[in-house]
Each structure stands twice: as structure tokens, then as C-alpha cells.
């Protein structure tokens, strides 16, 4: 199968998933079924079900399979963007309104925990009771994860606390992904899930220098947001030569002080370095 096949069989695989996904999370309540599946029609690169189907094609298990499970990571990953913007007072997603942009926040919460729940349930029903274990523990971590940042906030952490923050923000649901797709396969199917842990911190990391470096269009906000809203990543963590200056800038939470932290991140060899550290992974 050459690149062009596999391109063209993983985009109608990832069209069936979608379907899935909104079989799953019917409802009678239609407010709920559109404020659930909003983010899945405004955008989105689909890497989680892309990742079930990879490693799907890899092992040689029959892709029909894991259809479901592509529907379950792209579902999870939904509730979390949803949550995730009403943490953040975001309006916009995938270049849309957030969930909580146009249905308000009150609905916003409750689709993302409906959206949980219903998955949860779907995988309670399979005779194969680790995908929900695995996903409840995927979303438990999340959950910490995101506390985590929440502590984090505007202060200098370890390194290694900013890599534990990634792991259970973003790489245990794309390493999920990977492990998913292979299930079937014993012998393969841990390396799958190690590979995409270490592809899921890699992931966190550029989207984190993204923040710096990327366009308006593109990242959907402006450049230096994360450090706006007080979320410290790698490139600010890797100023340890200037590490008081930047604590006292951000102690104060001005715009200025957060402004010359973005400028000394763009004028350090920081970006490089993280752009080698992911790479590492
Ligand atoms: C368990 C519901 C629940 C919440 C836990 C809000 C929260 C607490 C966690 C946030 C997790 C989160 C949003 C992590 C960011 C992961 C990330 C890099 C998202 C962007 O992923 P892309 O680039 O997005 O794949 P698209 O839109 O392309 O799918």
C-alpha cells in the first residue's frame, strides 16, 4: 500500500469514527447532542484516531476494529477542549466559538461531563474491560495534570515537573491512541503505547513553543498567550541564567513584566533548545 492509499483509506476510516462518535453520544436532548458535537464539526487535526488506524495498519489488526476506538479517543479529547476552554474563559476553538462561547458555560460543563460519561459507558459494555480502565486512568491523570498547571501558575517549576504536567495533560491519551490501534497484538502493543507517550510529550512541547513562535491564523490566539494566562512552559523554564529576573517579572502577573519575559524567550537560544528536547523524546 503506498502513501496516497493509506492518506485516502485513513481519511473515509476517520469519517467512520466520527459517525461513531455520534452514535455514541445520542441523545434526545438536542442541545446537548449539538453542544457535544460541535467541536467535531468545527475542525481539528484528528492525530488521536489517526494514531488508533497507524498503528492499526502497523500490526496488521483489522482496522474495522478499532473504528470504535478511534471514536472514544477523538470523544475524550473532546471533553477536554471543552473543559479546557471553560477553564480558561476561551471563546474560541478550532477557530470557532468554544463550547462555551456559544452555548454558554453551564452547558459547556455538562456536555463535556455527558461526553465523558457516555464513553465510559460505551467501553463498560465491550467484553474487553481494559479500554475503560485504560481511559479512566487517562482521564484521571488529565484531570491531575491540569490541577497541576492550575498550582503552577506564574511560578518557575522543575523541568521534570513540567514533563510529569505534559504526560498527563497530553501524551497518556495519544499513547493510548497508539495502544488502542494494537491492541490485539501482545507482543506490540506496550512499544506502541511507550512510542506514543514519547510522541505525546514531543507534541506538548512544540505546541508550547508554537505559543511563542506561531502565527495569529494558525494557533487561533495571540502569540504568548499560555504566559498571559500565567501557564510557565519549556522556553520560559530554560531561561535558568536570568531564572530571578523572570520569577520577579512574573510574581507581579503585569502585562508589561509578562511582555519582556515573552521578548527574552524570543531573544534566548531557549527556543532552540526546546525544539532539542523534544526532539529527544
Ligand atoms: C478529563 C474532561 C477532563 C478534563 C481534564 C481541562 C483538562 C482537565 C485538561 C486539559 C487537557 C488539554 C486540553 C490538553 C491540551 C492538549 C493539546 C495539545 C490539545 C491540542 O490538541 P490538537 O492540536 O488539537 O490535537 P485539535 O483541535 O487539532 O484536535
Do not use: W
Request: charged share 25%; glycine share 6%; aromatic share 6%.
Amino acid at each position: 500500500m503506498n502513501i496516497t492509499t493509506i492518506g485516502l483509506e485513513l481519511k473515509s476510516y476517520i469519517k467512520l469514527s466520527e459517525t461513531e462518535l455520534a452514535r455514541i453520544l445520542e441523545t434526545e436532548v438536542d442541545t446537548l447532542r449539538s453542544a457535544s458535537l460541535h467541536l467535531l464539526e468545527a475542525g481539528g487535526k484528528r492525530i488521536r484516531p489517526t494514531l488508533v488506524f497507524l498503528s492499526a495498519l502497523c500490526v496488521n489488526q483489522n482496522v474495522e476494529k478499532v473504528i470504535k476506538y478511534a471514536a472514544v479517543v477523538e470523544g475524550i479529547h473532546l471533553a477536554t477542549l471543552i473543559h479546557d476552554d471553560v477553564i480558561d474563559e476561551s471563546n474560541v476553538r478550532r477557530g470557532m466559538l468554544s463550547v462555551n462561547g456559544k452555548y454558554g458555560f453551564k452547558v459547556a460543563i455538562l456536555s463535556g461531563d455527558f461526553i465523558l460519561a457516555k464513553i465510559t459507558h460505551f467501553l463498560s459494555l465491550l467484553e474487553n474491560k481494559e479500554p475503560v480502565r485504560l481511559m479512566a486512568e487517562v482521564i484521571m491523570r488529565m484531570a491531575e495534570g491540569e490541577v497541576m498547571q492550575q498550582e503552577d501558575l506564574f511560578k518557575i517549576v522543575s523541568i521534570e515537573r513540567y514533563i510529569v504536567r505534559c504526560t498527563n495533560k497530553t501524551a497518556r491519551l495519544i499513547s493510548s491512541s497508539a495502544f488502542l490501534g494494537s491492541i490485539d497484538v501482545l507482543d506490540k502493543r506496550n512499544i506502541f503505547a511507550e512510542f506514543g507517550l514519547n510522541l505525546g510529550i514531543a507534541f506538548q512541547i512544540i505546541d508550547d513553543i508554537l505559543d511563542f513562535t506561531g502565527e495569529v491564523k494558525k494557533l487561533g490566539k495571540l502569540p504568548g498567550s499560555d504566559l498571559r494566562s500565567g501557564v510557565v512552559t519549556l522556553p520560559v523554564l530554560l531561561l535558568s541564567k536570568k531564572r530571578r529576573e523572570v520569577e520577579i517579572l512574573l510574581e507581579k502577573k503585569l502585562e508589561d513584566g509578562i511582555n519582556k519575559v515573552i521578548e527574552m524567550v524570543k531573544n534566548d537560544n531557549v527556543l532552540k533548545e526546546s525544539v532539542n528536547l523534544a526532539r529527544h523524546y
